[in-house]
């Protein structure tokens, strides 16, 4: 099992906001996912990320990437997910078992920004 960062860092900040507003996930003319039940992660010394419900997500547009998984010492162990249409390349990843301190985005699904056009606001089509 891995230990927590927050055990030497307990002052590190993983701030969890949640949002209402409509928040999309799309790579081209492809929606990954619409929810309007988003979590936005302020990590110190890293960008904002959004994180959507799994509910909320394509499955069926993803596939996994079984052999890729990661440690993040605030947040646990990462699995990874690429488009279905070029699999290999990770888009998306989540914590299904994330430390206390950050449990709300256990199930939540994020993507990489510079993949993946994620907005704020707009139509619900």
């Given amino acids: 099992m891995s230990v927590s960062g927050y ?3 307990p002052d ?3 701030d969890l906001l ?3 507003n409509l928040v999309t996930a799309s790579v081209g003319s492809v929606r990954l996912a619409s929810s309007s039940r988003t979590i ?3 990590e110190q010394n890293h960008g904002l990320v959004v994180y959507f419900p799994s509910d ?3 499955f069926g ?3 996994a990437i079984a052999d890729r998984t990661s440690f993040c010492s605030y947040k646990g162990e990462a699995s990874y997910w690429a ?3 070029s699999p290999g390349e990770a888009i998306a990843w989540s914590y299904l078992k994330p430390f206390d301190e950050v449990a709300q985005i256990g199930n939540y699904v994020a993507f990489y920004q ?3 056009d994620v907005r704020l606001g707009g139509d619900t089509n």
Wanted: charged fraction near 40%; charge should be positive; aromatic fraction near 4%.
């Fill in 18 to 20: 949640r949002r209402r």
């Fill in 12 to 14: 590190y900040r993983v």
């Fill in 61 to 63: 547009s993803l596939e």
């Fill in 56 to 58: 909320d997500v394509d």
């Fill in 114 to 116: 510079h993949h993946v």
């Fill in 83 to 85: 488009l279905a249409s």
């Fill in 7 to 9: 055990l030497t860092r």
């Fill in 40 to 42: 936005v992660v302020d």
